[in-house]
Structure formats: structure tokens, C-alpha cells
């Protein structure tokens, strides 16, 4: 399955509080709102450097 669309059917909205234990050991990243979330996870697993 293409990486992108993967990533797609993962995305979806959470709370803070499924978030907290993951903001306490810092995994959690902070996305500029300016730049499309998918976009950003695709750059990530793909380790392209330049684009994030």
C-alpha cells in the first residue's frame, strides 16, 4: 500500500489527554498549521531532510 495513503487512513482527530503520554516523554511534534499534516508525515518517513 502506498505510503501516503496509509498515512491518510491513519490521520484523525484526538484529545489532549490521549496525547499527555506522549507529550511527557517529548514524541510528540508540533506542525505548523501553514503546512498540510499529511505532507508532513510523508517527508518524515521519508527522511527528507530538506522538506521538514
Do not use: F, Y
Request: hydrophobic share 50%; net charge negative; no cysteine.
Amino acid at each position: 500500500m502506498d505510503l501516503r495513503v496509509q498515512l491518510a487512513e491513519s490521520l484523525d482527530e484526538t484529545t489532549w489527554d490521549l496525547l499527555i503520554p506522549h507529550v511527557k516523554r517529548d514524541a510528540v511534534l508540533v506542525v505548523n498549521e501553514g503546512l498540510d499534516l499529511l505532507d508532513v508525515g510523508v517527508a518524515i518517513a521519508n527522511d527528507d531532510v530538506l522538506s521538514v
